[in-house]
C-alpha cells in the first residue's frame, strides 16, 4: 500500500496544479427542496438526481452544513439578512434556475472575519453540491497524468479520507497499462458527454462516472458507480472494485473485469466451509438426541414405554385420589373427635337447606377479600388494632380455608349417608352408624368423577370423555364447597345447633308425632273433638 | 400560489423582527415531477387553514406550509409510489389557547394518477380537486369547515369517492366533475351541501348517511336523480321530484343522459332539493 501511495501521492500533486484547464462545470439536477424559516432561523435542504442532499442551516447562531457546524452568526446581522434573502428568492424558484441562483450567490462584500469566513464556507458549499464536473473533449489534455477532487484545496483531504480505499484501488489498478494518459477522480461525479473523446484511462474513486462519450483506454471505478449509456464507449477494459456498473447498452471493448472476483470466492469458499461444519454439528447434536430418546430419558418424545403413558398416568391420577380421600379422612375424623356436634350441625343445615346454604357460601365467597382487606385496613388504623391487624393477615385466609374444608366434609358425611341409603351393590361396606365410614364413602362419592376419569383416560381414543368427567368432578367439587361453606357461615361453624332446625322442610314423622300427641290430649281434655286446638295443648 | 409564496418571503423578512416571542415556522417544499405513473397520496393535517388545488408546473407537489415549530413538524416522504405530506406531531400536545392557527397550502400535479387520501381535522379547508388525477379519492374531516370543489372533470374514471365528516359544515360542489361511478358520503352533526354540478361522464350511484343536521341537495337542471329516502324523524323538501312508490324521481329521470341514484339514510333533520340553472 506504501509503495501504491508512493507512486500515486506525486501524481495526484501535480494533476491538483493542472486540474482547473482539465474540467469545467455543469449544474446537478435538484429534485426536491425544502425551503424553512422562523424566529430562529433558517434552512435550506436540496434533494439531487442522484439522490445526494444538501443541508444548509442557520439555527439559533450556529452555520451548519450536512449537521456539521461551520461557524456561526448573530441573529439579524449583514449574513443572516443576505441568507433569508437569499433563501427568499429560494421559495419561488425550482431546479435549474433555483440551482443558478444559488450558484450566483456572493459573499456580501460589506462581510468581515468570522462573518466572512462563514459565509465563503457556505458559498463553496453550495458550488462544490451543486456543480457536477465534466470530462471535456475539448480540453487539451497536458500532462498524461491528470487528478481532481471535489474541490482543489481539499483534494488531499479527500485522499486521506480515501486511503481505507488505496488497498482496493492497488487490486484495481494492478497490471492496468499506464502508458497513455491517466486522469483520477477522487470524491466527484463525472460525465463524459457524448461526441467527445478520452484519450487514456480514467480511475474514479468514490463517485459516480456516466460515459455518453468514448474513453480510448481502460475505465477503473472504485467504491462508486459507472453508467454506460447507449452512446458510450470504453475501449479497455472496465475493471470495477466494490462499483454498481449499469450497462445501458453501451460498448465495452475490453470488457468487465470484477476485481474482487477472487475476494468472493475465497469468501464463498469460506462460507460453504462453515455451513458444513454447522450441518456436520447439528448432525452430531441429532444423532445424540435420538439416542437419549431411545433411552427413555425423555417423556415427550417417542420412546418403548409409550404405549404404557397412559396406564401409569391414569393408575398414578387414580392413586392421587385415593390418597387424597384418606387425607381428608383423617382430617374428617380430627374434626368428628374435637368438634362432632358441629359437624354435626352444618351437616344437618347442609343437607336441609342446601340451596339457602350453597347462596350463602357464593356471598360468603366474594366477601372474604373484601373483608381480609377491610378488616386489616380498619386495625391497621389504630394503634391498638395494629397487632391484632398483623395476626389478622395469615389467620383469616387459614380460618376461611378451615371452614371451606369443614363444611366440604360435611357434606361429603351428608353423600357417605345418602350413598348407605341407597341399594347399590357396592355400598353394603357403609355403616351408617359409623360417621368416618359414611365420610370416606362421601369423599369417594365426591370424587368419584374424577376418579372414573382416571380410569378412563387409560383407554385410547376417550379423552373427551375424561375431559368431561373431570369437568364434572370441578363443578361438584365446586357445588359442595360452597353449599358446605354456606352451612359453616350459617351455623357461625355449627355453634348455633338451634338453627339447623329453622329451616326445616316437612317431616313426615315428626308430623306423624305430632298428630297422636293431639289426639291424646282431646281425649284427655274435654271431649270437644273437632274444635280441639292442637295447638293450645302446652 | 404566486400569493402564498409571496407570504411566506414576507415572512422569512418579518420572522426575525416580529417573531420573537413566536415558535412559528414557514416551509416551503417541493418535488419535481418525474416518472410517476401511480401514486399514493396520502396527506394528513390537524388543525388550522388547508387548502388543496393542482398545479401544472413540473413539479410533483408544492407545499406552503405555517407550523408551530415546538408542536409538529412538516412531513414530505416520497417511498416508492407513497407520497405522504402533512405534518405531524413530536408529541407536546396541542396549544388549544393558541389564537393563531396553521397553514397549509398544497399543490398537486396535475395529471398524474393518483389515489388521493386527505385526512384533516380542526381546520377551515378550502380545497379544489379540480385538474387532479383522481383514481380513488377518502376524504376525511373532524370538526371543520370544508368546500371542497372539483373544479374540472377528473380525466381518469374514479370507483369510489369517500367523504366522511365529522361535526362539519361541509360543502362539496361540482361532484359530477369526479368522474366517479360511487360516492360515498358519511356526515355526523351538521350543515351538509352536496353539489350535484359538473360534468356526468356516467350513471352514478351517491349514497348519503347522516346523523343530526341539514342537507341541501344542488341538482341542476336536466341531470336524473332518483332519490331513496330511509330517514327517522327526518323532513324532505322534495321540490320538483315526484314521488314514484317508494321513491323521488326528476321528471325527466328516464330520459335524462345521466342518472344519479341517491340513497338517503337520514335521522334527526331535514333533507331540502334544490335546483340550479
Known amino acids: 500500500m506504501y509503495r501504491l501511495l508512493r507512486s500515486i501521492l506525486p501524481v495526484l500533486a501535480l494533476g491538483v496544479l493542472i486540474l482547473p484547464d482539465g474540467a469545467h462545470g455543469q449544474l446537478r439536477e435538484i429534485v426536491a427542496k425544502s425551503v424553512s424559516a422562523s424566529s430562529s432561523g433558517a434552512s435550506l435542504e436540496l434533494t439531487f438526481a442522484d439522490e445526494r442532499e444538501l443541508e444548509v442551516s442557520f439555527e439559533n447562531g450556529s452555520v451548519s452544513v450536512d449537521g456539521e457546524s461551520i461557524g456561526s452568526y448573530e441573529p439579524g446581522s449583514d449574513l443572516d439578512a443576505a441568507w433569508r434573502a437569499l433563501l427568499g428568492d429560494a421559495m419561488g424558484l425550482e431546479n435549474g434556475p433555483l440551482a443558478d441562483r444559488l450558484v450566483a450567490w456572493e459573499v456580501p462584500e460589506d462581510l468581515a472575519g468570522e462573518a466572512r469566513a462563514t459565509a465563503t464556507t457556505v458559498d463553496e458549499a453550495l458550488e462544490e453540491a451543486l456543480q457536477v464536473s465534466t470530462a471535456s473533449a475539448s480540453a487539451t489534455v497536458q500532462s498524461r497524468i491528470m487528478v481532481s477532487g471535489s474541490e482543489d484545496g481539499t483534494l488531499a483531504e479527500a485522499l486521506l479520507r480515501s486511503v481505507d480505499r488505496l488497498g482496493l484501488l492497488g487490486e484495481a489498478l494492478e497490471g492496468l497499462s499506464t502508458g497513455d494518459r491517466l486522469r483520477i477522480h477522487v470524491e466527484e461525479d463525472v460525465v463524459v458527454p457524448e461526441g467527445s473523446v478520452v484519450e487514456g484511462s480514467m480511475v474514479v474513486i468514490e463517485g459516480m462516472l456516466t460515459i455518453e462519450g468514448e474513453i480510448r483506454g481502460d475505465v477503473v471505478v472504485v467504491d462508486g458507480s459507472v453508467e454506460i449509456l447507449e452512446t458510450g464507449v470504453v475501449h479497455g477494459e472496465l475493471r470495477a472494485a466494490d462499483a454498481r456498473i449499469l450497462r445501458n447498452r453501451g460498448e465495452i471493448g475490453g470488457g468487465i473485469v470484477d476485481v474482487l472476483e477472487t475476494e468472493r470466492d475465497l469468501e464463498r469458499e469460506l462460507r460453504d466451509r462453515i455451513r458444513e461444519e454447522i450441518r456436520a454439528e447439528i448432525r452430531s447434536d441429532l444423532r445424540n438426541e435420538i439416542r437419549n430418546v431411545t433411552r427413555m430419558d425423555h417423556d415427550d418424545d417417542f420412546s418403548i414405554m409409550a404405549p404404557f403413558r397412559p396406564v401409569i398416568r391414569g393408575v398414578g391420577g387414580v392413586l392421587e385420589k385415593l390418597i387424597l380421600v384418606f387425607v381428608l379422612a383423617v382430617v374428617g375424623a380430627g374434626f368428628l373427635a374435637f368438634a362432632g356436634e358441629n359437624m354435626e350441625t352444618i351437616s344437618e343445615t347442609a343437607r336441609r337447606s342446601p340451596g339457602r346454604a350453597a347462596m350463602v357460601g357464593v356471598a360468603g365467597s366474594f366477601l372474604l377479600l373484601p373483608v381480609w382487606i377491610l378488616g386489616a385496613v380498619a386495625l391497621a388504623i389504630s394503634i391498638v388494632g395494629i397487632p391484632v391487624a398483623i395476626a389478622w393477615l395469615p389467620l383469616f385466609p387459614l380460618a376461611a380455608g378451615l371452614a371451606a374444608l369443614l363444611g366440604y366434609l360435611a357434606v361429603a358425611q351428608n353423600t357417605g349417608e345418602w350413598l348407605a341409603r341407597t341399594d347399590f351393590p357396592w355400598t353394603g361396606w357403609i355403616e351408617r352408624s359409623n360417621p368416618v365410614y359414611t365420610m370416606v364413602a362421601g369423599l369417594i362419592g365426591l370424587l368419584l368423577a374424577f376418579i372414573a376419569g382416571h380410569v378412563i383416560s387409560i383407554a385410547p381414543f376417550l379423552d373427551f370423555l375424561a375431559g368431561l368427567l373431570f369437568a364434572v368432578g370441578i363443578i361438584v367439587t365446586i357445588v359442595a364447597v360452597q353449599i358446605g361453606f354456606g352451612a359453616v357461615l350459617l351455623t357461625r361453624g355449627g355453634r348455633r345447633p338451634e338453627y339447623r332446625g329453622a329451616y326445616d322442610t316437612y317431616d313426615t314423622d315428626v308430623a306423624w308425632e305430632a298428630a297422636m300427641q293431639a289426639d291424646m290430649d282431646v281425649n284427655v281434655d274435654d271431649g270437644l273433638g273437632a274444635d280441639a286446638d292442637p295447638g293450645n295443648d302446652g | ?277
Do not use: C
Not at chain 2, 324532505?236 to 343522459?257: Q, T
Open chain 2, 1 to 277: 400560489m404566486r400569493i402564498a409564496i409571496l407570504a411566506a418571503t414576507a415572512a422569512l423578512w418579518t420572522i426575525p423582527v416580529t417573531g420573537e416571542a413566536q415558535s412559528w415556522r414557514t416551509v416551503t417544499m417541493s418535488r419535481q415531477l418525474g416518472d410517476h405513473d401511480d401514486l399514493r397520496v396520502t396527506v394528513e393535517y390537524g388543525a388550522g387553514v388547508f387548502s388543496v388545488r393542482s398545479t401544472d408546473e413540473g413539479l410533483l407537489y408544492r407545499m406552503n406550509l405555517k407550523y408551530d415549530e415546538d408542536r409538529f413538524e412538516p412531513v414530505a416522504d416520497l417511498a416508492g409510489d407513497r407520497l405522504r405530506l402533512g405534518i405531524e406531531s413530536v408529541g407536546r400536545g396541542i396549544d388549544i389557547d393558541s389564537r393563531e392557527a396553521g397553514e397549509l397550502d398544497l399543490e398537486l400535479a396535475r395529471g398524474v394518477p393518483m389515489d388521493l387520501d386527505l385526512k384533516f381535522g380542526a381546520v377551515e379547508a378550502d380545497l379544489d380537486l379540480g385538474g387532479l388525477a383522481l383514481r380513488d379519492l377518502d376524504l376525511s374531516t373532524g370538526a371543520s369547515e370544508s368546500r371542497v370543489d372539483v373544479s374540472e372533470p377528473n380525466p381518469v374514471r374514479m370507483e369510489t369517492a369517500t367523504f366522511e365528516v365529522g361535526a362539519a359544515d361541509f360543502t362539496v360542489r361540482n361532484l359530477g366533475n369526479l368522474n366517479a361511478d360511487r360516492i360515498q358520503i358519511d356526515a355526523g352533526v351538521g350543515a351538509l351541501t352536496v353539489g350535484l354540478e359538473g360534468r356526468w361522464q356516467r350513471d352514478a350511484r351517491l349514497g348519503i348517511d347522516m346523523g343530526l343536521g341539514s342537507l341541501e341537495l344542488r341538482v341542476p337542471e336536466g341531470l336524473g336523480v332518483r332519490l331513496r329516502k330511509d330517514s327517522f324523524l327526518t323532513s324532505l323538501d322534495s321540490e320538483g321530484l315526484i314521488k314514484r312508490g317508494d321513491v323521488y324521481e326528476s321528471p325527466d329521470f328516464d330520459d335524462a343522459d345521466h342518472r344519479v341514484v341517491i340513497d338517503l339514510d337520514a335521522a334527526f333533520g331535514s333533507v331540502s332539493v334544490v335546483w340550479i340553472n
